[in-house]
């Protein structure tokens, strides 16, 4: 349906970010895409900005429930990152921003509870 270039360009991807793989649905009206980032990556401290190594990553899953009128799941490996100051974090995906309507959660089942105030 779309490239993947455009799906980054929907999600705020940088170049830290890779989609590894994009199907669509059609018959559930829905997008599937997997995340995973750059082998070179580096990110910074969520908290306060510095210097990290990366340690480890776990998998995550969003949904959209309406985006163009289909609903866009993302399954996306964070990576976690390790401050000297601040511990071990994960990393925010772009996606996450404030507004983007992404929820996190298993995506497969249907609404699962949620504590997120909307
Ligand atoms: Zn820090």
Redesign the pocket.
Known sequence: MFGTTLYSAILGLSSKWRISNAAVDESADCVEIHIGTSRDAEFS??????R?DMVGDSEHRWLHDDLFSMQLKIVARIPLIS?????V?RVKAPWERPGSNFREGDTDGEKEESNIAS
């Open positions: 401290c969520p908290v306060c900005n510095g990290t401050c000297e100051t601040c511990g974090n």
